[in-house]
């Protein structure tokens, strides 16, 4: 009922996922979780949680209204390129429950920024791919990775995804290749400036060396709430991709390109998971605009869609309740 419901894109289905949002992120506005702390040199994430980490409640407010802005760009974006069916909002859907995943991602925090500059690169990546001269849009590509690492540093792992998106696409050139480098130094050079001009610019190429140099360290313990909802959203991802690799594709070179783009923003999220440290419950939502793609793109060649609905029925209320009463246990 309601896949059938979201397969329109009108004012009525945004105002029913804005008020989804709300009732996953309520818990959140009565009783705020504080900011994640900044995890290694990210120098404009800092700047943020010392500006917001003593309000609480505005720093909720502004990460639900990212999240809300993240979800309209992004189904906009699948939309367009035909990755979903054209004029869905099913896939807004999918990534706004996705987003809500535990209460403590319920506020302004690194990754849910980082998101929203991996959103800006895919824009412009599935864009080149019909542009003859892409340069802009590489040379945009590679400085807004840098710019998320300022974030989150492990993004920085990302800039490798930007060179397979020359691969992909079969566009690359030495000078897209230059592009790319030099937009993802172009944030540094200016950093490094400035910590030269304070006297600290050794002290910060030590702190980066550190950062990377170790893997696989989790400061935060993961409970049991993480471990259950987590296996439930894993299998969601693997029935939604084994059902999206078997069904019909589309034929055009074009969109099976777009699409391969996608599915590789999952391959950099494993990867890049191995240096998430403290922010490691934060990390998946790196990978749900493309499970958002795969989902979406199942459900809509159900012919049959009462069982899929019923499961994600529960998937949304083990969330909510989850959120609203059944985390505070594991902390309290």
Known sequence: MFIKFFKSSFFIQYLVIGIIGLCLWISAFIAPPGMPDPEGPVPLYTVIYHLLQTMPFVATLIGFLLVMAETYWLTTILSKHELVLKNSSLSALVFVVFMSFLPGQLTLNPINISLGFMILILYHLLISYNKPEHIDRVFASGFFTGIASL?????????????????????????????????????????????????????????????????????????????????????????GIISFRSGPFENTVEIRAKTTIMLWTL????????????????????????????????????????????????????????????????YH
């Open 151 to 239: 974030f989150y540093l492990p993004f920085m792992l990302w800039f490798v995804f930007v060179i397979i998106s020359f691969l992909v696409f079969r566009a690359g050139n030495w000078r897209a290749w230059l592009a790319a480098m030099i937009g993802l130094a172009t944030p540094f050079l200016y950093l490094a400036v400035w910590y030269f001009w304070q006297n600290q610019l050794l002290d910060h190429v030590y702190a980066y060396l550190i950062f990377f140099s170790r893997i696989l360290v989790f400061t935060n313990p993961f409970h049991s709430d993480f471990w259950v909802l987590s296996g439930f959203t894993l299998l969601l991802a693997l029935w």
């Open 267 to 330: 391959v950099f999220t494993l990867i890049s998971f191995i240096y998430s440290r403290s922010l490691a419950i934060f990390h998946p939502a790196l990978a749900m605009p493309a499970m958002s793609m795969i989902i979406t793109a199942t459900l809509t060649r159900l012919k049959k869609t009462r069982i899929a609905e019923m499961i994600l029925l529960i998937y949304f209320f083990s969330i909510l309740l989850n959120n609203l009463f059944i985390h505070d246990y594991f």
